[in-house]
């Protein structure tokens, strides 16, 4: 039992930079192709998800990951706003290329991080 969690360890160890890569990949790409946010948060969370399940840790992360969540749908929600009232021309068109990248970053880490919360708090459901 113990080779078989050494020998998913190297490999997730080896998949993890690649695996990260691609999320941010398809996050800041969302705007030009489908994909985005979303897309790219899932499988943001599937890295953050299978470390858990290679080395898993105590209750702190899933502490910091709701802290970081909760930053994250601030600056979700006061971006635009901020925009809106320092740029009065950004409403006739809000689909500038630096805002949908930003907000698609954004998301994708919101995402992320909501997604790997939900397994957390399920896997200490568990046991």
Do not use: C
């Not at 948060?41 to 899933?62: C, E, K, M, Q």
């Not at 006739?92 to 992320?112: E, Q, S, T, W």
């Amino acid at each position: 039992m113990n080779h078989d969690r050494s020998l998913f360890g190297r490999l997730i160890g080896l998949l993890y930079p690649f695996m990260l890569l691609l999320s941010f990949y398809i996050i800041l790409n969302g705007h030009a192709t489908p994909g985005g946010g979303f897309q790219g948060g899932a499988v943001l969370a599937t890295v953050l998800i299978s470390r858990y399940l290679t080395y898993p840790v105590a209750d702190f992360r899933r502490k910091r990951l709701q802290q970081a969540e909760k930053i994250l749908f601030a600056a979700i929600v006061l971006l635009p706003v901020l925009l809106l009232f320092s740029r009065p021309g950004w409403l006739a068109a809000p689909y500038d290329r630096g805002y949908l990248i930003v907000m698609n970053l954004l998301i994708g880490l919101k995402v992320g991080t909501g997604l790997s919360i939900i397994f957390y708090r399920f896997a200490a459901e568990t046991g």
